[in-house]
């Protein structure tokens, strides 16, 4: 590893990254790499549910590699321990080091996230319940760690929702967020134009008295109809936007016609007192 690395002296960091490095070397592509490992922690995370690359990922890592991966995903938890975005920093790391152009990202560190959650939530009453969390471009999370860890225990009566228009990020925040009990959704889709392309439901549960978390993928079907209904409302507001324009422009011309009849009554009077 590189000692100009910004986060080399990070032991749970350099660990990690060094271990990473021996899984993605055989491979060359450290993104895709990284993202395969990605769906690995999900396949675990969803209890075995979601398994979109376990046969392509099995052929291309066998079992020397799966063991390797099996490794990282249990460094990662220990290293995620107290909302750490372990995840995000080792992403950031690779990219910094082999200029991936796939990982070209940067994400808010974690105590200006921290200073964010703090003045966002400010003194609202986490004994609150149902209350709604949302990061509009959530990265790999770290901004719905930090103020999941404001809740505390109480964190699981709440909503959290992270968005990001890159894939890789959803799957970072989903991770993240099983590892640390934060119920919620992650939104793969473009918080400008709400177009939608995949989403996660992060599902909570008890299991031997302890809170667990598990993911949950959104089938096309719901995704399609999330699209289908925001294109609705966006045809129905511009429809009521133009109904709207019309009506203004409407008044304006009334407005004006008015103002030349007054005109010209008022020189008609003027032309009447002269003669008078």
Same mark, same amino acid.
């Given at each position: 590893? !590189? ?14 990254? @060094? ?25 675990? =995370? #969803? ?14 890592? !066998?079992?020397?590699? =799966? ?12 290293? #995620? ?19 991936? #152009? ?29 209350? @709604? ?12 760690? !930090? ?31 099983? =590892? ?23 599902? =909570? ?36 936007? !133009? ?23 008022? @020189? ?9």
């Amino acid at each position: 590893m !590189k000692e100009d690395s910004i986060f080399v002296n990070d032991p749970v960091v350099r660990s990690f990254t @060094k271990e990473f490095e021996r899984l993605a070397y055989a491979q060359g592509n450290y993104s895709q790499v990284f993202e395969d490992f990605l769906d690995f922690c999900i396949y675990y =995370l #969803s209890l075995g549910l979601i398994n979109d690359n376990g046969e392509r990922l099995e052929k291309t890592y !066998k079992e020397a590699g =799966l063991k390797q991966m099996m490794m990282l995903f249990e460094m990662l938890g220990d290293g #995620s321990d107290d909302f750490q975005d372990l995840l995000g920093t080792v992403y950031m790391e690779i990219s910094s080091q082999y200029k991936a #152009s796939a990982m070209g990202q940067f994400f808010t560190p974690g105590n200006i996230s921290a200073m964010i959650s703090e003045m966002i939530i400010g003194d609202v009453d986490t004994t609150k319940e149902g209350l @709604k969390i949302c990061d509009p471009s959530c990265g790999s999370g770290i901004m719905v760690l !930090k103020a999941a860890k404001k809740f505390g225990d109480r964190r699981h009566l709440q909503r959290f929702t992270g968005i990001d228009l890159d894939r890789i990020c959803c799957k970072m925040c989903a991770v993240n967020m099983a =590892l640390n009990t934060i119920p919620g959704e992650v939104f793969h889709a473009n918080s400008l134009s709400l177009e939608h392309y995949g989403a996660y439901s992060l599902m =909570l549960d008890r299991l031997f008295g302890k809170w667990i978390t598990y993911i949950v993928k959104w089938p096309s079907e719901r995704i399609d109809a999330i699209n289908e209904r925001i294109n609705q409302d966006f045809q129905q507001s511009s429809e009521q936007q !133009k109904e709207a324009i019309e009506a203004e422009r409407e008044r304006q011309r009334e407005e004006q016609i008015q103002k030349r009849l007054r005109a010209k009554d008022e @020189k008609k009077g003027f032309a009447a007192t002269l003669f008078d």
